[in-house]
């Protein structure tokens, strides 16, 4: 897998400055920003009057209703707040396979994301889990600047071995300061996938699991006789492939996808799965959007 070639082209990312993160409701930030909040604070839109109490800005009185009503009162305005974006790229051993590779997908999926919301002014943080000195974080970056250590970080996250998905998942949780939108790019190859999935849905975070697999996956093409090796450690296993064992795979398979899509429905989380054969772009741009990921 290259770490040299862009993760991004620079046609898809001048697109992707016109899209913004949809978020569900409004989130504390500590600066001000591009989103809504439920506090008011100093902006362009008008939200309301309160009367006037000693020690409160006198630029915000509005004269005109003073005329009228002989009491002073403040306009008040929406405040705007920035969110905070949270990515997680899994990166173990089984990421780091199929063509196209399910660890580079993840690692554009993620940067198109993340500088969606650097470009609307949030903050974006960065995890990877995986053992063997894969699982790095990136603290905090906010405004287009924070594009280069963004991609500079993705671009060269190595890939790891086996981890301990739900152990990761429990551990940024309890670590992060604040909540806000959740992407998780994962092929979800971990037992522990619920327990991982069930951690981060304990904080208020608006979670999008992007189930990533590449299509020799979706669909393989085999035949004949096989020795499958994990290569996250498990034990290897003898197969014979035919075509009532790629029946039953495929109807094992839908229904692994269904088992995860209702468990994220249940818990308030946005599940899309992922073919690799679909370029980025058109993955972003179209299905990100229609699922209301993106507007």
């Known amino acids: 897998m290259s770490t040299t070639e862009p993760l991004l082209e620079s046609g898809f990312v ?111 943080s960065v995890a990877s889990f995986a053992a063997g000195g894969g699982d790095a974080q990136l603290p905090g970056v906010r405004g287009k600047r924070g594009a280069v250590p963004l991609f500079g970080f993705l671009q060269r996250l190595p890939a790891g071995q086996g981890g301990d998905l739900a152990k990761s998942c429990r551990r940024y949780v309890q670590a992060a300061r604040n909540a806000g939108p959740l992407l998780l790019c994962s092929d979800l190859l971990d037992a522990g996938w619920r327990d991982a999935l069930s951690a981060l849905s304990s904080r208020p975070f608006e979670i999008t699991v992007m189930h990533i697999l590449a299509p020799q996956e979706l669909e393989p093409e085999l035949d004949g006789d096989f020795r499958l090796t994990d290569v996250e450690g498990g034990p290897a296993v003898e197969i014979s492939a035919d075509l009532d064992l790629l029946r039953r795979y495929r109807e094992n398979l839908a229904s692994w996808r269904a088992e995860i899509e209702s468990f994220c429905n249940g818990r308030g989380m946005i599940y899309l799965p992922v073919d690799t054969s679909v370029p980025v772009d058109e993955f972003v741009l179209g299905r990100m959007r229609r699922r209301g990921v993106l507007r």
Request: hydrophobic share 40%.
């Open 14 to 124: 001048k697109k992707l400055d016109r899209l913004a993160i949809l978020t569900r409701r409004a989130m504390a930030g500590e600066i001000q920003g591009e989103r809504r909040s439920p506090r008011r604070g100093s902006s362009v839109e008008f939200a309301d009057f309160r009367p006037y109490t000693s020690g409160d800005d006198i630029r915000q009185i509005d004269w005109n209703l003073y005329a009228r009503m002989e009491r002073i009162f403040l306009k008040l305005f929406v405040a705007e707040e920035e969110l905070n974006v949270h990515l997680i790229v899994d990166n173990s051993a089984s990421m780091n396979w199929g063509t196209p590779n399910k660890l580079r997908y993840a690692k554009q999926i993620a940067a198109a994301f993340g500088y969606i919301a650097l470009a609307n002014l949030d903050r974006v």
